[in-house]
């Protein structure tokens, strides 16, 4: 039986490699619906984005929601620096031509998980958390019905991305992650620890081409845009596929291992606003809730990836 997925995201092209991923895999992942959110670019982009992806992966029956457009409190923070100022640079792309579906993104979380058997649908964050959190302030009967939350965010070795101290999804709306940490709901955290050690190589990068396919060509180039800004700043080797870790998470959670601990977010100090502090060595006395990893098996990551964006076969493919 196919896991039941809602996907909210801020494409973003990491974001946009996770969402072909997730949706090569109908046999384990069922993708109820794609949530975009303010993020890596502003909303009118990142909904955009993710219309784009639908069409590249020929999977019009997905519906897209649009959702919030500023985090719960603190303005926007975007990554046009990391992205692209379209959010989705590195290829050439035609304009969506599927429409978004109707209704608000939060209202579609909630009308999910009401219709939904309780503690069937998986929630994967991509993005910062703000339409998580809002579905949560908005209808908190939804909170028990979740089955987990998957998310790619915070950082412990590897500190911050943004700032010293704070990973871009958490560092955009350090109060909504505050409230999703606090939900009691099982969160699996995939925090820059271990998506710094997904990088995108350049025969990793190749590969993604030899697969001779658009989809396979998109790949590429997105993360050869991508990469620049991490091989920059930290001299690595090829683009961390931040979002895609979210995914290979679900399909094949063996690759990975990490720590069951107590993740608390920063919310008052502006030095270190959105840090997520992670007590990976259990010095205090707080309670564990959330699994936090911290390494994978990236080639494996990268085999399962590119098998999976093989099954992509020709432009308009789909997978079943
Ligand atoms: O810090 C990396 C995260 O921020 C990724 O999800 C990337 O897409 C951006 O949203
Ligand atoms: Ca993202």
């Not at 993710?50 to 975007?78: F, H, M, Q, S, W």
Request: charged share 20%.
């Amino acid at each position: 039986m196919a896991q039941k997925i809602i996907i909210d995201t801020d494409p973003g092209q990491d974001d946009a490699i996770a969402i072909l991923l997730a949706l090569a895999s109908p046999d384990e992942l069922d993708v109820l619906a794609i949530t975009a959110v303010a993020g890596n670019v502003p909303l009118a982009l990142t909904e955009k984005n993710a219309r784009i992806i639908r069409e590249l992966a020929g999977k019009p029956n997905v519906p897209v929601y649009a959702g919030c457009d500023t985090p719960l409190v603190r303005p926007l923070v975007t990554a046009e620096h990391v992205h692209g100022k379209t959010g989705l640079d590195g290829p050439v792309w035609p304009e969506p031509v599927l429409p978004l579906a109707e209704g608000h993104a939060v209202d579609a979380i909630i009308d999910i998980l009401r219709r939904e058997d309780a503690g069937t649908v998986t929630l994967c964050a991509l993005g910062p958390l703000t339409n998580l959190a809002q579905a949560f302030k908005t209808a908190p009967d939804i909170i028990e019905r979740v089955e987990k939350i998957v998310l790619m965010g915070g950082a412990y070795f590897d500190v911050g991305n943004i700032t010293p101290t704070a990973e871009f999804n958490i560092y955009v709306d350090p109060q909504a992650a505050d409230i999703v940490f606090r939900s009691g709901i099982d969160i699996v955290v995939l925090p820059l620890d271990v998506t710094h050690k997904a990088l995108v190589t350049a025969e990793r990068n190749q590969a993604f081409r030899d697969l001779g396919t658009k989809v396979g060509r998109a790949v590429a180039e997105m993360t050869d845009f991508f990469e620049r800004f991490d091989k920059e700043k930290y001299g690595s080797s090829g683009a961390p596929l931040h979002d895609p870790c979210v995914i290979a998470y679900l399909l094949a959670p063996d690759l990975f291992t990490g720590r069951f601990i107590n993740v608390e977010i920063e919310t008052v100090s502006e030095l270190t606003m959105g840090m997520t502090v992670a007590d990976w060595w259990g010095v205090t006395d707080r309670a564990p809730n959330a699994t936090f990893i911290g390494d994978l098996d990236a080639q494996g990551f990268f085999d399962l990836l590119t098998e999976r964006l093989s099954r992509y076969t020709d432009p308009s493919a789909t997978t079943g």
